[in-house]
């Protein structure tokens, strides 16, 4: 609690019992831009530019804005998208060409009576801007345990299987469909993620996750996106099942109470 006071941060934390998924169809879809506060327009969520600002504002698109900034991106009401397009400007505090825009960040707590070693994380990668350059561009995903972001010690990046990469990389700068598959010209990767191992969240605890938003190498970047998040536990983990005395004799009581085999 102290760290959320010290935070100036008094929503409470987003309890994980097990499942999580975020749509992020609430996101404003009118206006070209909307107000955001950190951890309450999303409860969990938190925006920051490179330099650790906490963002109050991003912008909202169908993906022809080319102004750097976080985004609310969609078509219309009914689907939105949460992310980014990069710049040098102020907003991200000046970063440089290929280098860290700032930082989509989920921050979860562990509801349950024990460590949580395993979890499931799929999402969709939205690209709804196409910036012009051939560079590329690419979003990873990172996670670490803290009580607030500049609490975590250490960030960890996740595998392969959780970065994606703008599928539209060619021809003008443009607006891209993020809803529609590469297939058909559209910028929506649906199937990003896995299992994240060896996370050791203990419960009470508070993890970190955050998908880091970059300025492309060269030329103006693309606006990337992510959406429809599903987070569950998985995998074998440190967990203890609720136990009625019958299940906490020792061990070698267990042992001994199976009958020597006849041979
Ligand atoms: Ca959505
Ligand atoms: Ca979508």
């Known amino acids: ?18 499942t999580y998924s975020q749509d992020f169809n609430s996101l404003a879809s009118a206006g070209s831009t909307s107000a955001w506060t950190n951890d309450s327009t999303l409860p ?7 330099n650790g600002t906490a963002i109050a504002q991003i912008a909202v698109s169908t993906g022809s804005s ?7 991106f969609g078509a219309d ?9 990069g710049s040098g400007g102020a907003y991200f505090g000046a970063p440089a060409s290929g280098a860290v825009a700032g930082w989509i960040a989920l921050a979860l707590v562990n509801s349950t009576d024990a460590t949580i070693d395993a979890l499931r994380v799929q999402f969709a990668g939205e690209q709804w801007r196409y910036g012009g350059s051939t560079a590329g ?23 392969d299987l959780f970065t994606w990469t703008a599928p539209v990389s060619t021809g003008t700068a443009r607006a891209v469909d993020g809803n529609t598959l590469p297939a058909n010209g559209g ?19 508070t993890l970190w996750l955050r998908w880091v938003q970059k300025r492309t190498a060269t030329g103006a970047s693309n606006g990337l996106s992510i959406d429809d998040l ?19 004799r020792p061990m070698q009581s267990v042992w001994q109470s199976i009958p020597a085999p006849t041979r």
Do not use: H
């Open 44 to 50: 969990g969520w938190s925006l920051f530019a490179q």
């Open 137 to 159: 561009q690419s979003m990873t995903l990172e996670w670490g345990i803290g009580d607030s972001f500049a609490a975590v010690q250490s960030w960890i990046a996740a595998s």
């Open 187 to 205: 910028g929506r990767m649906p199937q990003v993620g896995g299992d994240l191992s060896n996370l050791g969240w203990e419960a009470g605890k």
């Open 66 to 72: 080319t102004s750097g900034s976080f985004y609310s």
């Open 77 to 85: 009401a009914n689907d939105r998208a949460l992310g980014a397009l």
């Open 1 to 18: 609690m102290l760290s959320l006071v010290s935070a100036g941060v008094l929503s409470a934390p987003v309890p994980f019992g097990g």
């Open 230 to 248: 599903v987070i569950e536990k998985a995998g074998t983990d440190t967990t203890r099942p609720r136990c009625n005395p019958a299940c906490q």
